[in-house]
């Protein structure tokens, strides 16, 4: 059945290298995003893209880059630029050109920098 | 700068009552609201959502409150049950952007007690 697939669920690096955190999409919607989740605070939007070969910054992408070279995969790599890259990520998806649509979530990847 | 608040970061309730979860906002370009639940090591379920142009929204034993007026939004969930208990996030998008730009409040973890 449909949904939005993040892997993996746990990952470990060490301080000073470049990690990618992968999510996949076989809802066919149009538009991905990335959002990190840190202790008592809410969500807060790293990139987005809304098609194919196009994305945008959110309200914290230093020290993060993607790609979006297919409408499914949004792939996220938290580069060691990134001061302090130890989050929970989640990756969201949702359809576009219909009104107001909902996010719908993956369950998200839990970073950790030794 | 802190644009949706949830002042309670947690909430317990009797099994059966009902169960009150807010939020405030301070950008008046927010149009249109949402509110999440998430269990530990999971993503955020979308649970209800209402427009600016309406004041309530009813699905089930969930029902949003919109007072534009005041910038505040609540949550009812009439009865309250076991598996409600989670924490819930309330979000909001400005209508120049549709979904695009969610901003997250920092959530409100709901306890019920059988």
């Known amino acids: 059945d449909g949904g939005i697939t993040q892997s993996p669920k746990y990952l470990f690096r060490k301080e000073g290298q470049n990690v990618t955190l992968s999510c996949e999409q076989n809802?066919?919607?149009?538009?991905m995003y990335w959002y990190r989740q840190d202790p008592g605070q809410g969500l807060r939007l790293i990139y987005y893209?809304?098609?194919?070969?196009?994305?945008q910054k959110g309200d914290i992408a230093e020290g993060y880059s993607v790609s979006r070279e297919k409408k499914e995969s949004f792939p996220l790599t938290v580069t060691s630029a990134q001061k302090n890259p130890t989050a929970f990520y989640l990756c969201?998806?949702?359809?576009?050109?219909?009104?107001?649509?909902?996010?719908?979530f993956g369950d998200g990847t839990r970073l950790s920098i030794l | 700068d802190q644009q949706v608040k949830q002042n309670s970061p947690s909430l317990s309730v009797q099994e059966g009552r009902i169960s009150i979860l807010n939020c405030d906002y301070t950008n008046s370009m927010f149009d249109y609201f949402l509110w999440y639940k998430k269990y530990p090591a999971e993503g955020p379920t979308f649970l209800i959502s209402i427009s600016s142009i309406k004041d309530k929204n009813e699905d089930g034993r969930f029902t949003v409150f919109l007072n534009k007026s005041a910038k505040h939004l609540s949550l009812h969930i009439v009865p309250s049950q076991p598996g409600d208990s989670a924490v819930y996030f309330c979000a909001a998008s400005p209508s120049n952007f549709g979904n695009e730009k969610l901003t997250f409040g920092t959530g409100t973890r709901l306890t019920i007690i059988p």
């Open positions: 809802l066919n919607h149009d538009a």
């Open positions: 893209s809304q098609i194919v070969n196009d994305f």
């Open positions: 969201a998806s949702s359809i576009k050109g219909f009104g107001y649509q909902p996010q719908h």
